[in-house]
């Protein structure tokens, strides 16, 4: 079986999605049976209002916004030892601020036309659940596509940056935060070699305050 392969698949057991209630999760079984199909499948695709409007919506979606932050473009190492490129930006309305994951050969197709401060169209593109924000993110499939478009807004929402009060509170957060302490001790940098050959330098240092 291989990717965009259509599959017919009976006998399965439903839970409720421990990452996100509103969701079914499928789990095969001994008595699943797997059947490969011929033809072509059409998605649903509908095209969110706003940003803040794909939250509350699965599947396939087609979105609009503004690119307020793009990192660079970089090789990561699978489980299984394969390499792939990993790309990653924000897309920002007037309602909420969403991240955007493109891996393999259309990271380096999508970052060729990525903009700061520019407006597209994602069309195709698949929301899923992230844990780690407790937010749904965006990735981009094989039919996914984007486009430049003229796009203006008025009160742009950006990724929020929360200020941490103490450092112990750094354990119950997420996502970028600000901190303040005092330094109390500092590693030399040192050179590390990555999965991939490729070396890269470390600096490791403490920050304490009376919380901690």
């Known amino acids: 079986?291989?990717?965009e392969t259509i599959v017919s698949i009976t006998n399965l057991t439903p839970k409720i999605s421990t990452m996100d209630s509103k969701l079914i999760e499928l789990t095969l079984t001994k008595n699943?049976?797997?059947t490969k199909k011929t033809g072509k499948?059409?998605?649903e695709e509908v095209t969110a209002k706003?940003?803040?409007e794909l939250q509350n919506m699965q599947n396939i979606v087609s979105f609009r916004g503004v690119v307020t932050s793009i990192d660079n473009v970089k090789k990561i190492t699978l489980k299984s030892g394969d390499e792939k490129d990993l790309l990653k930006f924000n897309v920002s309305d007037d309602t909420d601020s969403i991240e955007v994951t493109v891996w393999g050969e259309k990271a380096?197709?999508?970052?060729e036309v990525l903009q700061m401060s520019k407006g597209v169209l994602l069309k195709s593109v698949m929301i899923k659940y992230n844990k780690y924000s407790n937010k749904k993110d965006i990735t981009f499939n094989d039919n996914s596509n984007i486009e430049l478009i003229?796009?203006?807004?008025?009160?742009?929402k950006k990724v929020?940056?929360?200020?941490?009060?103490?450092?112990q509170e750094l354990q119950n957060k997420q996502n970028l935060v600000s901190f303040q302490g005092i330094v109390t001790s500092i590693d030399n940098?040192?050179?590390i070699s990555l999965k991939n050959g490729e070396e890269v330098e470390l600096l490791n240092f403490n920050v304490s305050d009376r919380h901690r």
């Open 1 to 3: 079986m291989d990717v």
């Open 32 to 34: 699943s049976q797997i």
């Open 41 to 43: 499948m059409k998605f």
């Open 189 to 191: 940098v040192k050179k």
């Open 160 to 167: 929020e940056e929360e200020i941490s009060k103490n450092i």
């Open 108 to 111: 380096k197709e999508v970052a």
């Open 150 to 156: 003229d796009l203006d807004f008025k009160n742009l």
């Open 50 to 52: 706003n940003i803040q």
